[in-house]
């Protein structure tokens, strides 16, 4: 990333981190309006477009590109906290991919915390994940998800696997939050200066989205299940950020399992930098990776694509 715009989102991040801690803080609710309307007016790639469809009971933003097909599809579960993030502000990213791979992609609209409390967010992820595979039976899925959605993603195979269900035959992390144990690592260990989110916040957002649950429940901290079975993997972190502990232990734990992994370690990069790949080249570059790792159609790496 170019030092001056890695300045000015530091700058920027600190600045918000200094309000909020003197009381400034957004609830949920404002945080996702603002987010919806921020996402609204990002330009999708040039063949790209949006439009809202339902499986499995679940809303779901569907992608296509005009040069694509549903022969494979992507399935990207959106961060934002449990509490905020939508077709709306994810559909950049997930447009760039569709492009690069020739996929059909979906962003599944799980309720939100904190009007939704586990398993709910999760338990939409099953359902419309399932829905998917009723709708085009036998074919494959490539699933992904950054931050919270990469929580979701691996909790949803642990889902699947547990429950003898056809797996993705793919899966692609983003600065997942892997563990929401209060003693994690990432918790414990917050090294991040260029992040609008701190140790705090994970213990806030993890409170709304856990509520009685223990933390440590496979299916909330995926970083305490079983990984035998996952398909191979690919984790892209910054060595910077706040979640870096839970890609580096995950991965591990991967690995520890025979399970192939592909870990990415970026620098000087804030969280989930890949949704911005219009202005950020180190975002286009990292979904190039993704698509790449996922079997996409065409090799895109170095290759010029507008958008």
């Not at 992040?195 to 970083?223: A, M, Q, V």
């Not at 990415?264 to 180190?282: A, D, Y």
């Amino acid at each position: 990333m170019g030092k001056v715009h890695y300045q000015l989102v530091t700058t920027y991040y600190r600045l918000m981190r200094k309000l909020r801690s003197a009381g400034v803080e957004p609830k949920p609710q404002q945080l996702r309006a603002a987010a919806d309307r921020l996402g609204a007016i990002y330009p999708m790639p040039v063949g790209t477009s949006l439009s809202m469809t339902n499986l499995g009971g679940c809303a779901a933003g569907k992608v296509s590109y005009r040069g694509g097909s549903d022969e494979r599809l992507l399935v990207f579960i959106h961060g934002g906290g449990f509490a905020f993030g939508s077709a709306k502000t994810h559909r950049v990213a997930v447009a760039h991919l569709c492009k690069f791979t020739g996929m059909t992609g979906y962003i599944p609209e799980y309720r939100l915390t904190p009007e939704y409390q586990f398993p709910t967010p999760l338990q939409d992820c099953i359902d419309f994940y399932e829905g998917l595979q009723q709708h085009y039976p036998g074919k494959e899925i490539v699933l992904m998800g950054d931050s919270a959605g990469g929580n979701l993603a691996a909790a949803l195979t642990v889902s699947l696997r547990e429950r003898g269900k056809t797996l993705p035959t793919r899966l692609v992390l983003m600065s997942p939050w892997l563990d929401l144990a209060p003693d994690s690592e990432s918790a414990r260990r917050n090294r991040d200066e260029d992040s609008l989110f701190d140790s705090n916040d994970l213990l806030h957002y993890s409170r709304l989205y856990l509520g009685d649950h223990n933390p440590k429940d496979s299916e909330i901290s995926p970083l305490h299940a079983s990984v035998e079975g996952f398909p191979p993997t690919q984790i892209q972190v910054a060595q910077n950020e706040l979640l870096y502990y839970d890609s580096l232990a995950f991965a591990k734990k991967l690995e520890e399992a025979g399970v192939s992994v592909d870990l990415r370690v970026e620098q000087e990069l804030f969280h989930s930098w890949q949704l911005f790949p219009n202005f950020i080249p180190e975002a286009r570059a990292s979904l190039e990776q993704a698509a790449n790792f996922s079997g996409s159609s065409r090799s895109v790496q170095g290759s010029p694509v507008p958008g």
